[in-house]
């Protein structure tokens, strides 16, 4: 295990101890107080709503043996009660702890495989797959959820202890965060899942956000880059680099001809099965998650395990045994019936024509979307509302229910696509939707939400939930 001293912390950040024991190891990284075990080195961050760097006293109490702050005034403080705790005051707590997650990387060198998991959607059911497979033949660490900005990438690298794998989810809203994040994470393999239009309002076109995405590749020594090969833009770029030395590309994909494929594909309501073709071998594969989407999650993590060296029995064991994050297409099967699939974590264009696909396989079974608005789309909000409408009228969903500013655009287009106009319902409140459905939902329904987070639909299912139980 490779532990980071309190003087190395001090040298790295430019801090200064105030008080402690400059030879302490520190073993565990936190920034939430309600979460601190014995001996935890607190960092304090400041966000939006509160400073961190304000409950230093608290970790301290709470068991923390190290509490890293700024902005403090220590000279007003009486320090007694804490004579036996490590206190660093530095500049910037944020810019720290991308100091001592890079420093932290750097310990493991080229001991520790980081592959870094980039692309517009699928990231976290992908990098969870990915460690899966992985799992099967290494020590493997992976991103928790989807703490995969500027904080919550440092705070993975953080928790490092002896894995010889570690997957690593980047997200960025903006150019140079993913610059930023493979930086500290310094990948041997960058993965990237597809290019769509999440955050297309701050980029501005969908070949800006592949440009933003490839940002993975910058601080990478001879990169091996892994790409889904069905998708428009990654295979040009694929196409355009082909012959570039530099870059080594592999591709998965189920229509174009790719290093990993999925061929025979059946697709049933809850699971799928395929043939998987990689190099010279065929595996038979039933992936526990339905939808075309997630069989190019299990591609990719095949074409990962492939590379790092995976027989083909690891591979089929982590890619039939994975389980999603929690929040990402929860399916609950309630006793009088109906099903829920609650989706509702995020959404673009991309992840809502793909859930609506899902919901379009129950064909025995009255099929609800309840759908509302995706967010960080800018200018192109109107026209990407319209399309999802469009899936809507194209996938035979039975009644549509919205709320939103921009949702009546959904329900528009997909009167538009021949929907019945009565089959249509747009709410102005979370209250109406529930009272609908409470009036409207009966057994053998089932019911997709799905909006971007700060809808608050996944909230708006679970309450759903617990009216029928």
């Known amino acids: 295990m490779k532990f980071l001293k309190v003087e190395n912390i001090i040298k790295v950040t430019k801090g200064v101890l105030i008080q402690g024991d400059k030879n302490f190891e520190c073993e565990n990284f936190s920034r939430d107080t309600r979460n601190i075990k014995k001996d935890d080195t607190f960092i304090g961050i400041k966000g939006e709503n509160f400073d961190g760097n304000t409950l230093w006293k608290e970790a301290l109490d709470n068991g923390a043996k190290v509490v890293i702050v700024q902005d403090i005034n220590f000279e007003h403080e009486n320090l007694e009660k804490y004579k036996d705790k490590i206190i660093i005051k530095v500049q910037d707590t944020r810019k720290a702890l991308i100091e001592i997650a890079t420093l932290k990387r750097a310990l493991y060198g080229k001991d520790l495989k980081v592959i870094g998991v980039t692309g517009s959607v699928g990231k976290t059911s992908t990098k969870d797959i990915i460690a899966n497979v992985l799992s099967k033949k290494y020590k493997t660490l992976k991103t928790e959820g989807n703490n995969n900005n500027s904080?919550?990438?440092?705070?993975?690298?953080l928790r490092l202890k002896d894995e010889e794998v570690a997957?690593?989810?980047?997200g960025m809203n903006h150019f140079g965060e993913i610059d930023e994040l493979t930086k500290i994470a310094k990948p041997d393999l960058a993965v990237i899942t597809n290019i769509g239009t999440s955050h297309i309002g701050n980029l501005g076109s969908r070949e800006n956000i592949l440009k933003a995405k490839l940002e993975i590749l910058n601080s990478m020594e001879n990169p091996i880059v892994i790409v889904n090969n069905d998708n428009d833009l990654l295979h040009k770029w694929k196409e355009e680099n082909s012959e570039n030395r530099k870059i080594q590309i592999k591709t998965f994909g189920i229509k174009n001809s790719s290093d990993a494929m999925a061929k025979d594909i059946i697709l049933e309501e809850?699971?799928?099965?395929?043939?998987l073709f990689i190099k010279n071998e065929k595996i038979d594969i039933t992936i526990?998650?339905?939808?075309?989407?997630?069989?190019?999650?299990a591609l990719c993590s095949a074409l990962v395990g492939n590379t790092l060296g995976l027989c083909k029995e690891e591979i089929q064991e982590g890619i039939e045994n994975f389980t999603l994050t929690k929040k990402r297409m929860d399916i609950t099967k309630l006793?009088?019936?109906?099903?829920v699939i609650n989706d509702a974590y995020n959404a673009s264009y991309e992840s809502m024509k793909a859930s609506l696909e899902n919901l379009s396989?129950?064909?025995?079974?009255?099929?609800?979307?309840?759908?509302?608005d995706m967010f960080e789309l800018g200018n192109f909000q109107e026209e990407l509302h319209k399309k999802v409408g469009e899936e809507v009228g194209n996938k035979g969903i039975d009644i549509l229910i919205c709320r939103g500013?921009?949702?009546?655009n959904i329900i528009n287009s997909a009167v538009e696509k021949g929907m019945e106009k009565s089959k249509t319902i747009f709410c102005k409140s979370e209250e109406e939707i529930l009272k609908i459905l409470k009036e409207l939902v009966k057994s053998g329904d089932v019911l997709?939400?799905?909006a971007s987070n700060g809808m608050k639909f996944y909230e708006t299912a679970n309450k759903f939930i617990k009216m029928q139980n």
């Not at 904080?151 to 690298?157: A, S």
């Not at 809850?270 to 043939?275: G, M």
């Not at 006793?335 to 099903?339: A, D, E, F, Q, Y």
């Open 288 to 297: 526990p998650v339905a939808g075309e989407h997630f069989i190019l999650n």
């Open 361 to 372: 396989r129950y064909k025995n079974n009255r099929k609800i979307a309840i759908l509302g």
């Open 167 to 170: 997957v690593i989810e980047m």
């Open 151 to 157: 904080v919550g990438l440092p705070f993975t690298i």
């Open 270 to 275: 809850s699971s799928s099965s395929f043939k």
């Open 448 to 450: 997709l939400f799905k």
């Open 405 to 408: 500013e921009m949702s009546q």
């Open 335 to 339: 006793k009088n019936g109906i099903t």
